[in-house]
């Protein structure tokens, strides 16, 4: 097992640096100027993939929000009593979802005409705080979930110093805040799977996966939550641990590991939500084939997507390039669970080992 | 803490009764007959309302599949292997997803059209055994969670015997086949709280309604899965816990309570997964009036769902009809979430306890 030194990890202050936009704003007041606020531009022509950080990000574009004009004085005010309102949440360290946050600000006497309101102006905070809105306590529903040989120790009020082991529960563990921001303590793992569906990740726990593998498993219950991805960063990181996905074979699942490798396009203000070295192990175009798995006809809607993804700038190498060709080529789709026709282990037992190298 | 001695639970056997099922067969083609299946007929005009169980039942009508018809043939062949199947999953202690199972026929050279046809094979086998699917290991995808003080003796293979306080995992704790079949060992809470959302789910292990109101807590996430209606009827019927369900306050909120409560047209073969005297505490519609909560307009959908509520068997005592004709007059629905514009903690501090009378 390793010892726990190495795997204690520094945090950033979402509180430190939620204070350090007020001061921003209290000094501005004082020097008699009125408050200006200037927001990473979010807007698709601000939008650049990054080749070394393999993922989209900012370019350096900023929008100026000014209570100089009156059209803005509403947006301000509202990303202003926000920023009050998560530093209150993780001061208390309560967590609050992104429903909840639409709701509080009738507490406040601040109006948002609808939850898009409110979510636009927590996605302007995460921009200028450089932060993700986990960070500061804004969760979204839980629902993936994780299991394997390693010992996690919480930080969350009530919890903290306490320990889990993470083969307790064989349904596997949720990941929620608490787990998401728990310290890693122990560990044997060799690898993390991830997993799009629950039915696998079940499957993987009975067959001991996380034994024969050394690996510790994590369902993403398809596209994998924000959450996720950054619980999955941190296992690579903290942990150097090599990350594989497996996905159904379409255009769709490899889409959830491509957000998992290189991040959204949706999230470009944001950098330590993917895990750039995680392979996509399968389910591969070429694999249909190889594995003479069930298949269904590729749809015309599941053709368009295929070719939206090959003018996108993260699928230009491989095996992505080549395996858009391959689903091109032979307009076949395959699940997961296609596999089951060999006898439910023989993706355990067979493909897991081909696609590892075992 | 309460002993376990009466808290273990007796468990019917499925392999007992698929192997009854297997000498049926067998014994009527040692007669010299073709073999005849009578399986309970679950078309609308054989689905009734039971007063005394408050739930849907089946009438008396079956539907014969005879080996003498040959159009039968197939769908008997398929039905008995899924017999065979279910047999072996259950005695290699291996669960599957029903997407599984349509692919681990083509193992055995089974032909399913497709899933409907393999799903609709599955829902008979049901029927025949009068036992819901879970209990020969066919599970959906997970999605319910559990938190609270209760201890519970796994007995699946690798675990039996191990526990796990239902207190471990401050994100709450996955309701799967592992959880379903354990053994509740010790306990001291005396309610059980199930709740629409995850957010509010984790709202309450935040303001620790587990410790104060000495409650478990399940969230449901939306329409509770088979697997987490059949858990709760469990905590009350072995743990003689009050259930207490709390959802939106909508027509849907609100069908998600009665299905717990009453179960499901579609699962009227089955009389184990609901939970007769729980009680639906809100969100009610005279509760959007009485705590002036945040609402929307109710939409021509939702209006048109309460009209159908209305005509339902279900429906027809209290507060269920008195809350439909509220919603009828004021025309407006609100979430678990607008309690927020009290401060988050209102719902845990004043709504509960009114609605528990506290």
Same mark, same amino acid.
């Given at each position: 097992?390793?010892?726990?030194?190495?795997?204690?990890?520094?945090?950033?202050?979402?509180?430190?640096?939620?204070?350090?936009?007020?001061?921003?704003?209290?000094?501005?007041?004082?020097?008699?100027?009125?408050?200006?606020?200037?927001?990473?531009?979010?807007?698709?022509?601000?939008?650049?993939?990054?080749?070394?950080?393999?993922?989209?990000?900012?370019?350096?574009?900023?929008?100026?929000?000014?209570?100089?004009?009156?059209?803005?004085?509403?947006?301000?005010?509202?990303?202003?009593?926000?920023?009050?309102?998560?530093?209150?949440?993780?001061?208390?360290?309560?967590?609050?979802?992104?429903?909840?946050?639409?709701?509080?600000?009738?507490?406040?006497?601040?109006?948002?005409?609808?939850?898009?309101?409110?979510?636009?102006?927590?996605?302007?905070?995460?921009?200028?705080?450089?932060?993700?809105?986990?960070?500061?306590?804004?969760?979204?529903?839980?629902?993936?979930?994780?299991?394997?040989?390693?010992?996690?120790?919480?930080?969350?009020?009530?919890?903290?110093?306490?320990?889990?082991?993470?083969?307790?529960?064989?349904?596997?563990?949720?990941?929620?805040?608490?787990?998401?921001?728990?310290?890693?303590?122990?560990?044997?793992?060799?690898?993390?799977?991830?997993?799009?569906?629950?039915?696998?990740?079940?499957?993987?726990?009975?067959?001991?996966?996380?034994?024969?593998?050394?690996?510790?498993?994590?369902?993403?219950?398809?596209?994998?939550?924000?959450?996720?991805?950054?619980?999955?960063?941190?296992?690579?990181?903290?942990?150097? !641990? %090599?990350?594989?996905? &497996? @996905? #159904?074979? +379409?255009?769709?699942?490899?889409?959830?590991?491509?957000?998992?490798?290189?991040? *959204?396009?949706?999230?470009?203000?944001?950098?330590?939500?993917?895990?750039?070295?995680?392979?996509?192990?399968?389910?591969?175009?070429?694999?249909?084939?190889?594995?003479? !798995? %069930?298949?269904?006809? &590729? @749809? #015309?809607? +599941?053709?368009?997507?295929?070719?939206?993804?090959?003018?996108?700038?993260?699928? *230009?190498?491989?095996?992505?390039?080549?395996?858009?060709?391959?689903?091109?080529?032979?307009?076949?789709?395959?699940?997961?669970?296609?596999?089951?026709?060999?006898?439910?282990?023989?993706?355990?037992?067979?493909?897991?080992? +081909?696609?590892?190298?075992?």
């Amino acid at each position: 097992m390793r010892g726990r030194g190495n795997l204690r990890r520094r945090r950033e202050s979402p509180v430190a640096k939620l204070r350090a936009l007020g001061e921003l704003v209290y000094d501005q007041i004082e020097r008699g100027e009125h408050p200006v606020l200037r927001i990473p531009d979010r807007s698709v022509s601000n939008i650049i993939y990054d080749e070394r950080l393999r993922q989209y990000v900012l370019g350096n574009k900023v929008t100026l929000r000014t209570t100089r004009n009156v059209k803005h004085l509403r947006a301000f005010a509202q990303l202003i009593w926000l920023a009050y309102f998560s530093k209150l949440l993780s001061e208390s360290h309560k967590t609050s979802t992104l429903r909840d946050v639409f709701y509080s600000a009738q507490a406040y006497r601040v109006d948002f005409e609808d939850q898009d309101e409110s979510d636009e102006r927590i996605t302007e905070l995460e921009a200028l705080l450089g932060m993700a809105r986990e960070e500061f306590n804004v969760y979204p529903e839980e629902r993936s979930s994780i299991f394997g040989n390693l010992v996690i120790e919480y930080n969350v009020p009530g919890y903290e110093g306490r320990r889990l082991d993470l083969t307790s529960h064989p349904d596997g563990v949720m990941i929620g805040p608490a787990l998401t921001t728990a310290d890693f303590v122990e560990t044997d793992a060799e690898m993390v799977i991830a997993i799009e569906k629950g039915g696998l990740f079940t499957r993987f726990i009975e067959e001991k996966v996380h034994e024969r593998f050394k690996a510790i498993l994590v369902n993403t219950a398809g596209q994998a939550p924000r959450a996720t991805r950054y619980l999955l960063r941190r296992l690579r990181s903290e942990l150097n !641990l %090599p990350v594989y996905i &497996l @996905t #159904d074979g +379409d255009p769709w699942g490899m889409h959830i590991a491509m957000v998992i490798i290189s991040g *959204s396009a949706n999230a470009a203000h944001l950098t330590q939500l993917n895990v750039p070295d995680a392979s996509w192990i399968g389910v591969w175009a070429t694999d249909i084939l190889k594995y003479k !798995l %069930p298949y269904d006809k &590729l @749809t #015309d809607a +599941d053709v368009k997507r295929l070719r939206e993804l090959a003018r996108d700038p993260r699928y *230009s190498g491989d095996p992505w390039r080549s395996q858009i060709d391959s689903f091109l080529e032979h307009r076949r789709k395959s699940e997961q669970e296609a596999f089951a026709k060999y006898g439910l282990t023989y993706i355990v037992d067979k493909y897991l080992p +081909d696609k590892l190298g075992r």
